[in-house]
């Protein structure tokens, strides 16, 4: 399956105005075969704790953006959206919210687990308390967002059950190595891919830097989005190659938890 990282900037807090700027992306990476586009996180409207201008009520928006590019282009479409449980009463803190949307128009959420405090995240936005993988087309694929990288345990207890993580972000330039170097990390020690895809330009008084990664079960660099540009990265994902990559080197099964 090939997967498209789609490395962007964002129009802060204008949802509507990052729809319209990311849809011909969306278009280039369906037209290169792209299965699956991955957008970043808080795709819309950049990571902002503004949460009383950019909070979406369930399927909002830019939920919605994702199903109806998912559908025009008959692929898979996933970025984060600042969105309000289902049956959320007046006063609640929405969820950094990954929405993943199927050709047919399914979609299936992961609330980001470890909101980040460093940015006051923990105070504006709830904490999921449950990992997702979902089949599509035949690749399991594990959805964290950002800060979730930091955070080994979690992607261990998935690993005997992904072939593929994938973790859109916010992640400013200032600390770029950390990103790399996790990204790398996580995929070397789970023996899975890894696509992690951050925005460029500038938000909120911060720059980012891209960086996009896609990362091979080896931790070889399949697609790399340094240099600051929008892009569309591509990079096909095998099963079989994790199957092979943990048969050959069978890392996973010499893991021991105290």
């Known amino acids: 399956m090939k997967v498209a990282a789609v490395q962007h900037d964002v129009v802060w ?58 559908s025009i282009h008959d692929v898979w479409v996933c970025g ?17 919210v990954l929405v993943l949307a199927a050709p047919d128009g ?9 909101p980040f405090s ?30 979730d990288l930091r955070f080994a345990d979690v992607f261990w207890d998935l690993a005997l059950d992904t072939d593929c993580y994938v973790v859109p972000a916010n992640w400013p330039e200032p600390r770029r190595d950390h990103w790399r170097a996790l990204l790398v990390a996580r995929a070397i020690e789970n023996q899975a891919y890894v696509v992690g895809v951050n ?14 990664l896609l990362v091979s079960p080896w931790g070889e660099l399949l697609g790399d989005g340094a240099g600051g540009e929008e892009r569309v990265l591509l990079a096909d994902v ?5 199957t092979s990559t943990r048969e050959r080197y069978p890392f996973l099964r010499d893991r021991r938890v105290p």
């Open 238 to 242: 095998d099963p079989a190659v994790v």
């Open 106 to 114: 399914t979609m299936h959420r992961y609330a980001k687990i470890h």
């Open 199 to 212: 925005r460029v330009g500038e938000g909120g008084g911060l720059r980012y830097s891209g960086d996009s």
């Open 118 to 147: 460093y940015a006051g995240e923990d105070e504006r936005y709830h904490a999921g308390d449950r990992t997702v993988t979902v089949d599509v087309e035949g690749v399991r694929v594990s959805l964290f967002v950002c800060y």
């Open 80 to 96: 984060s959206v600042p969105e309000l449980a289902p049956d959320a009463n007046p006063g609640d803190r929405p969820g950094n």
């Open 13 to 70: 807090e204008d949802a509507v105005a990052t729809h319209r700027r990311v849809a011909p992306m969306i278009t280039d990476a369906a037209a290169a075969g792209a299965r699956l586009v991955v957008l970043t996180e808080m795709y819309a409207t950049g990571f902002s704790m503004a949460t009383e201008h950019i909070v979406e009520p369930f399927d909002g928006p830019s939920a919605q953006f994702l199903v109806e590019q998912a």
